[in-house]
T-cell receptor, first 113, second 111 residues
Framework: EAQVTQNPRYLITVTGKKLTVTCSQNMNHEYMSWYRQDPGLGLRQIYYSMNVEVTDKGDVPEGYKVSRKEKRNFPLILESPSPNQTSLYFC????????????FGPGTRLTVL | QKEVEQDPGPLSVPEGAIVSLNCTYSNSAFQYFMWYRQYSRKGPELLMYTYSSGNKEDGRFTAQVDKSSKYISLFIRDSQPSDSATYLCAMSAGGYQKVTFGTGTKLQVIP
């Protein structure tokens, strides 16, 4: 089954404790992206990657890191999480030619205390 | 001013009603217009995708784009309780340009 998977689905952590949210897709898509979704603000892009080793900042990159060492994986790293990073996070992927048709993962609900 | 404006709702309609969901935008470079549907506790899924102006129909769903007014709409005919979800509009200038999302309209269809 074609899908985007994220882990963990739910995470409660404390300020300053480094964490990684993994994202994996099995559709051989080149383009991958991370979004956060907050009430009243909608989906905002954090980082995106157009291919292996090619990443770029989205609208709200502060406090986040990403890497793309393999085509299928695009982890999101919070080196020192803060309470304002409490949010619902989505990973998405799309094929090279259909960049606008993104396939979303199930989401990761993160709470930073 | 946000690039994309969308009424957050909630919008509550009886089963069988025609639903109209709308977004306005300010960036005239947008050429690709999408509607995503998001059920509670799920990721968004692409519902409709149109390029430039005009209409596109898919079953009970019709997407309209009016680039001169910078206004897009999604119509749902014969609405069903299973249509209850949040509907997100999204737009892009195309290619590798970023996709900008609206904040979403929550729709409830009452049996």
């Amino acid at each position: 089954e074609a899908q985007v998977t994220q882990n963990p689905r739910y995470l409660i952590t404390v300020t300053g404790k480094k964490l990684t949210v993994t994202c994996s897709q099995n559709m051989n898509h080149e383009y991958m992206s991370w979004y956060r979704q907050d009430p009243g603000l909608g989906l905002r892009q954090i980082y995106y990657s157009m291919n292996v080793e090619v990443t770029d900042k989205g609208d709200v990159p502060e406090g986040y890191k990403v890497s793309r060492k393999e085509k299928r994986n695009f982890p999101l790293i919070l080196e020192s999480p803060s309470p304002n990073q409490t949010s619902l996070y989505f990973c998405a992927s799309s094929p090279r030619q259909g960049i606008n048709e993104q396939f979303f993962g199930p989401g990761t609900r993160l709470t930073v205390l | 001013q946000k690039e994309v404006e969308q009424d957050p709702g909630p919008l509550s309609v009886p089963e069988g009603a025609i639903v109209s969901l709308n977004c306005t935008y300010s960036n005239s470079a947008f050429q690709y217009f999408m509607w995503y549907r998001q059920y509670s506790r799920k990721g968004p899924e692409l519902l409709m995708y149109t390029y430039s102006s005009g209409n596109k129909e898919d079953g009970r769903f019709t997407a309209q784009v009016d680039k001169s007014s910078k206004y897009i709409s999604l119509f749902i005919r014969d609405s069903q309780p299973s249509d209850s979800a949040t509907y997100l509009c999204a737009m892009s200038a195309g290619g590798y340009q970023k996709v900008t999302f609206g904040t979403g309209t929550k729709l409830q269809v009452i049996p």
